[in-house]
């Protein structure tokens, strides 16, 4: 089975043989909260990613780093979903050679650092 639904008090064990753990709630949005759950029970491997993009840095994904994880932020998510949108609005591709995550960080009024 490749996909099943625990509940958090199953956290621990779902998270055992976890390759990614994705946060998709609305936890994390304001900066000074987010999700309690075991990340220290993931694999070393484990990619970690919230779908939040502003704050860049949750506190979510702050505790996956701070256990060794690979990290994702929501910005990525984003970026991901701009270029067939603007084909799909537009007609034609986006411009090559456009740094697409430096005008998001830069209209966001967020730094790079993760």
């Known amino acids: ?7 958090l008090n199953q956290a621990e064990q779902a998270f055992a043989g ?6 998709a709630t609305s936890a994390g949005l304001s900066g ?3 999700l309690e759950v075991p990340l220290a029970a993931t694999p070393a491997d484990c990619v970690v990613m919230d ?3 502003k704050p860049l ?7 996956a780093e701070a ?5 994702v932020d929501g910005l990525a998510m984003l970026i991901g979903q701009a270029v ?4 799909a609005f537009y007609g034609i591709s986006p ?3 456009v740094d697409v995550r430096a005008l998001a960080l830069k209209t966001l009024g967020l730094s790079e650092r993760i």
């Open 1 to 7: 089975m490749l996909f099943r639904s625990l509940g």
């Open 18 to 23: 976890a390759g990614a753990v994705i946060n």
């Open 32 to 34: 000074d909260g987010g």
């Open 51 to 53: 779908m939040v993009y």
């Open 57 to 63: 840095r949750t506190p979510f994904l702050a505790q």
């Open 67 to 71: 256990e060794g994880r690979r990290i």
């Open 84 to 87: 067939p949108s603007f084909t």
């Open 95 to 97: 411009p090559s050679g």
